[in-house]
T-cell receptor, first 113, second 112 residues
Framework: ETGVTQSPTHLIKTRGQQVTLRCSSQ?????VSWYQQALGQGPQFIFQ???????GRGNFPPRFSGLQFPNYSSELNVNALELDDSALYLC????????????FGPGTRLTVT | GESVGLHLPTLSVQEGDNSIINCAYS??????FIWYKQESGKGPQFIID?????DKRQGQRVTVLLNKTVKHLSLQIAATQPGDSAVYFC???????????FGGGTRVLVKP
């Protein structure tokens, strides 16, 4: 069984730029949730994608957007990057919309300068 | 590897001793709670869960206690080992919700 993978592992961007982060869900999972983890804090829910549709969103501005593809992999896009966007971005996959059994990837560390 | 958190509360424990990690939650509508372990450079890893209709659940070397009266959750690790060194987060799920809400985390350092 293939686990959750994310790419890239590290990324450095400049304020105002745009970034795309990628997540491949665990085999058999059809739901991907994205979380932002600032240094020293717990992960915060950004949004969830279930069967290619956004299915719930946390308190993040519209410049955070996403996609889910027919193979259930997902992208997180962030436009107009701000310094406070520097964080570890985690994706978690699960079977169905329930968050009870979410499996996390290793994350992408984004640094905005 | 990646540092998960530089300014987290830290629990230092001697190898072989028991560890107790505490978490306060705020949402009385939460009906499901999970403890996660996060090692440097990795995503959170499921440890144990408990539903709100229970007050205790045991796993292998771990026990979770839930006190709904004071909205308090604890994780007990028996015979702590060096591999238990990590950051531990509690997370809650509201009834019919689809997201995890994480607490602030505690770093556990196991001294040999």
């Amino acid at each position: 069984e293939t686990g959750v993978t994310q790419s890239p592992t590290h990324l450095i961007k400049t304020r105002g730029q745009q970034v795309t982060l990628r997540c491949s869900s665990q085999s058999g999972h059809n739901t991907v949730s994205w979380y932002q983890q600032a240094l020293g804090q717990g992960p915060q829910f950004i949004f969830q994608y279930y069967r290619e549709e956004e299915n719930g969103r946390g308190n993040f501005p519209p410049r955070f957007s996403g996609l889910q593809f027919p193979n259930y992999s997902s992208e997180l896009n962030v436009n107009a990057l701000e310094l406070d966007d520097s964080a570890l971005y985690l994706c978690a996959s699960s079977m169905g919309q329930d968050p009870y059994e979410q499996y996390f990837g290793p994350g992408t560390r984004l640094t905005v300068t | 590897g990646e540092s998960v958190g530089l300014h987290l509360p830290t629990l230092s424990v001697q190898e072989g001793d028991n560890s107790i990690i505490n978490c306060a939650y705020s949402n009385s509508a939460s009906d499901y709670f999970i403890w996660y372990k996060q090692e440097s450079g990795k995503g959170p890893q499921f440890i144990i869960d408990i539903r709100s209709n229970m007050d205790k659940r045991q796993g292998q070397r771990v026990t979770v206690l839930l006190n709904k009266t004071v909205k308090h959750l604890s994780l007990q690790i028996a015979a702590t080992q060096p591999g238990d060194s990590a950051v531990y987060f509690c997370a809650e799920i509201k009834a019919a919700g689809n997201k995890l809400t994480f607490g602030g985390g505690t770093r556990v350092l196991v001294k040999p």
